[in-house]
């Protein structure tokens, strides 16, 4: 028996890659299968563009499309109800072109596409349904891949047998919102595993020092990285920084550090500029910033400058804070400001825009005539009822022919009926004074821009976002860096933005439709336990901070900030559209591996400190783990099984506490009667 027993751990620790990838495999599989067709994000897009390159006889261009190949596409999604949750039903008797969501997903960086389309070449005029899971069997064999990258990767960070290494593979295995993206067609899925193989080449790098094999590995998968998805392109710079560390690892270790430091000071010195108009928002770009010294500024020294061409011109905002829109609802504000021009011209008095759920409202504006010197204007505005968010435009007209500077100061908000003159200030940020022998404070902030902040170099701005690379950042780069510097203004967006993340991080299947049962408490728990993870993170860094490779350390943390940074600032670039991005995990997935291994140092280290203190095995505390993982994974499978076939509404959540409880008794039970045996 003890013989037996011995046999079985054995075998256990010698296949344990294989059981997970098995455990990955089942997964899988049940997603594949269990999600109805075309019930991931963009997903008949996505398989459109896989389908046009097996069926073509040409490489498909943008916008083309086969409108019968459309049709019986569209009636397949009809069949499984994609259309339920849109205001549109397909007419497949007409002929006007159908709506099948955003669609095609063509792209200049086709090679997902391409691997996804080869099972197409085979299937022919088989049901869409069928091929439509064929194609999620190739997204499948490439989480699987993942998979095995990262465990891979593991082995060149931990010794062999070390826990980490399969905690952070099972996790990744069995966690919901990551299997959901990767058993998708979508994109997203090569980008996953591309970057992944780029973290692999790099740890191996820098922990080895080059040579050709791993300088090839790298290329290669730099070469993956870059004809997969953009949001995997921060590999490109970050590989200098893996070749620069891997030159030294046998001696002169400084060198790279002090190189990395030099370069980062050299680079925010380019990249960033002082004197932009502090907690307002450039939503056009413009060679110079918004605040400028001027001698006829009514306020203080600065007055906001604005520029206008023939055909386009440049504009300014301000967000306000929710909770200050809110007392201000179904109340009259009076709005003016000071404004004056070089040269004699039109433009139009600021304006205040309404964000409702059923669309933004202009407030009315003027169209006042300019001269060289200041005047203030002022006009009386009813705040919508409505209105859940606010936000203050500086805005000038188009001008035919030349060009034309506008000036702004003194912009003043405040409740009540318009009054007579003009406001006096008490102090140059015109925050406070009196109006007609009233005093009043004033909502806008740095409303005569003697404040200033960051803001990114034009030329950066220019031609990295407009001409190198037009579209393929959505928003604007420095709205999202004057947004970090506006907390008051921004903070209801960065709050809401973060949930979503963690969130879809954890689990909102199927495009997110289905969610886990029991939220948010659900969602709350499983916050809760992601920052637990921080305490032993910490912990772990400070005993062992003179034994870490802070090399392989820095590289992994640089792959994690740009993958991350660069979904913060996706959404936080939108903050001037008319609903702004709320943005989801899966773009953070190319940054799986980095981010699985941040939670599971911080949760083992946490379960050895608790195991220490109530001494508790490190077998129980692996137990645990593993009945958290397989918990969390069946109950995302009743939530999506009550979505989609379940028409009866119950209370799961005791599901979510329940099913750990009794997955680790059961492996309790198991190794405690293993252990008596033995």
Known sequence: MNNNNASIVEWVQKHTLGIILIVGLIQGLVYVFSIPPWWHFDEPGHFEFAWQIAHFDHWPKFFEFDENMRRKMAASMDKYGWYETTNYHPDLSSNQPVYVGAAPQTTNYPLYYIVASLPLHLLGNTDFAVQNRAVRLVSLAMFLLTLYVAWETLGELVPRGHPLQWMVTIFMALLPGFVDTMTSINDDVGAVLAFSVFIWASVRLVKNGPSLSRLAVLFISLALCYWTK???????????????????????????????????????????RWGDAALWYLYTPQTQPSSVVTPLAPVGKYAFQLFATNGQYSYIGQWFNPTQVRSLRNK?????????????????????????????????????????NPVFYSTTILVPNETERMKLFLQ???????????????ITLLAGNELAGEPHFTDVSASRGTWDGHPFENLVRNASAEANRFWLNP???QKLFYDLYPGSFPGSIDVFIASLQDWQGTSWYYHDDIQTLSQTFWGILARNKAGLLGAPLSYNILTVLTLFSLPGLLALVWHKRKSLNWAVLFVLGIDLAGIWGL????????????????????????????TSLLLCVGWLEGLHLLGKLSHISKSVQYTAFLAFMFGLDIF?????????????????????????????????LFTTRKTTST
Do not use: C
């Open 230 to 272: 953009n949001t995997t392109w921060p590999a490109i710079p970050i590989s200098l920084l893996v070749i620069l560390f891997s030159m030294f690892t046998k001696r002169w270790h400084w060198l790279p550090w002090s190189l990395v430091a030099i370069m980062a000071i050299a680079g925010l010195l380019f990249v960033f």
């Open 332 to 372: 009259t504000v009076t709005l003016g400001a000071w404004m004056w021009a070089d040269k004699p011209t039109q433009s139009n008095t600021p304006i205040l825009i309404f964000n409702t759920k059923d669309g933004d409202i202009h407030s009315p504006t003027k169209t006042v005539n300019l001269t060289t």
């Open 396 to 410: 000038p007209t188009l001008v035919q022919g030349g060009i034309r500077t506008y000036y702004y100061d003194g």
């Open 459 to 461: 030329f950066i701005s």
């Open 567 to 594: 979904v913060l600032a996706r959404g936080g670039g939108t903050l001037y559209f008319q609903d702004p991005v709320y943005t989801w995990a899966r773009y953070t997935f190319p940054a799986i591996f980095p």
């Open 636 to 668: 995302a499978i009743i939530s999506l099984a009550h979505y989609f076939y379940w028409s009866q509404e119950q209370d799961y959540l005791i599901l979510f506490i329940l099913l750990p409880v009794s997955i680790f008794l059961f492996l309790i």
